[in-house]
């Protein structure tokens, strides 16, 4: 199983970017999908997370935003990122809590490798 991030670069202050990821291997769906990003010499932090229904969840300093959205035909969550900042300069991980059985009854999280955001003032 592996996740595939894309769509980072680098965007001027107030442009937007949209990141994808998606998930390679024998799965049974995806429960949580998450964003994650980490900032030079800072810690990981969460971004947002949409659950299998559809509930979403925000950091505070993207509400507003930021928007998650997920394609489960295709096993693939968004990040469409507008009005963007220097602060939100960082690398940006998915993360999936992947059904490995049939029964759905066993879930692994896996992180992606990350794509780089940067935003120039």
């Known amino acids: 199983v592996q996740l595939q991030a894309s769509g980072g670069g680098l965007v001027l202050a107030g442009g937007s970017l949209r990141l994808s990821c998606t998930v390679s291997?024998?799965?049974?769906?995806?429960?949580?999908m998450s964003w994650y990003r980490q900032a030079p010499g800072n810690q990981r932090e969460s971004v947002a997370t949409i659950t299998g229904l559809g509930r979403t969840d925000y950091a505070d300093s993207v509400k507003g935003r930021f928007t998650i959205s997920r394609n489960n035909a295709e096993n693939t969550v968004y990040l469409q990122m507008n009005s963007l900042k220097p602060e939100d300069t960082a690398v940006y991980y998915c993360?999936?809590?992947?059904?490995?059985?049939?029964?759905?009854?066993?879930?692994?999280?896996?992180w992606g490798k990350g794509t780089l955001v940067t935003v120039s003032s």
């Open positions: 993360n999936f809590a992947v059904y490995l059985t049939s029964s759905r009854d066993y879930v692994r999280y896996y």
């Open positions: 291997g024998s799965i049974f769906g995806v429960n949580y």
